[in-house]
């Protein structure tokens, strides 16, 4: 129950224990519980969309839904793409790069990256049918969160402080495996071929990450990890789009 606590208080707003504490191995454990608190996540974004359709406009529902799914996840995600595209697009340095992910400063590649994921979202979400657009919501919350939770699994910390030397890295892979297998599970049941189809390519696009990662970075960070959640999702709502 402690992991389970753990996952949804990270990823997002939920609170239940305020005096939860942890430590890395904790922390680690907890990643087999990301995938399930997304398709968690997904379910609410869906009913919410549903209680939105009945009086709004779909253009509108969309729009909603973009702003209550950062909400619910503090926005954390998108600051990872922003750390993320500012210490990666230019810089060629690791240390540097390194450096620039604990700046607070948000850059130019920082904001052009986090309105590009946003607007890609709306746009997907307002192009799907009412009922694809809820399968959408349900698994792409699931299918993100199961990518961030296998690449912490299979890469290690970028760098010795942080969150991510608290998540990546250490023994065991099964668990992460078993909540990507349910991801993948929930996007068959949600949107057949189409919801398989969206996580073949959201693994593809993990595993060009990681590679990406590892080579400019030596690993993964907190906000390596945000961002590859936050493109997952909109590429999976992307493949439902053309699939």
């Not at 057949?192 to 080579?215: E, N």
């Not at 030596?218 to 999976?236: F, R």
Request: glycine fraction near 12%; charge should be positive; proline fraction near 5%.
């Amino acid at each position: 129950m402690t992991a389970f606590l753990l996952a949804l208080q990270f990823l997002t707003v939920a609170t239940l224990r305020s005096d939860l504490r942890a430590g890395p191995e904790d922390l680690r454990r907890s990643r087999a519980w990301y995938a399930p608190v997304g398709l968690l996540l997904g379910l609410v974004l869906a009913g919410l969309a549903w209680l939105l359709a009945w009086r709004l406009p779909p253009l509108l529902v969309a729009g909603l839904m973009v702003v209550l799914w950062g909400a619910l996840t503090r926005f954390l995600h998108l600051d990872g793409v922003s750390d993320t595209a500012d210490a990666l697009v230019h810089i060629t340095s690791r240390e540097r790069a390194l450096q620039i992910m604990k700046d607070s400063w948000v850059g130019a590649f920082g904001l052009c990256a986090v309105v590009g994921v946003l607007l890609v979202k709306f746009a997907a979400l307002a192009s799907l049918p009412t009922p694809r657009l809820w399968a959408g919501l349900v698994l792409a919350p699931a299918l993100g969160r199961g990518l961030a939770a296998l690449m912490a699994a299979l890469l290690p910390p970028a760098r010795p402080q942080g969150l991510g030397a608290s998540v990546a890295g250490g023994a065991g892979l099964w668990p992460e495996l078993a909540g990507a297998g349910l991801a993948l599970l929930a996007a068959g049941v949600a949107a057949g071929r189409a919801g398989v189809a969206a996580a073949l390519l959201v693994g593809l696009w993990g595993l060009l990450l990681g590679l990406w990662f590892r080579r400019r970075l030596g690993g993964v960070t907190g906000d390596t990890l945000g961002a590859a959640i936050e493109s997952a999702e909109a590429l999976a709502l992307v493949a439902l789009t053309a699939f």
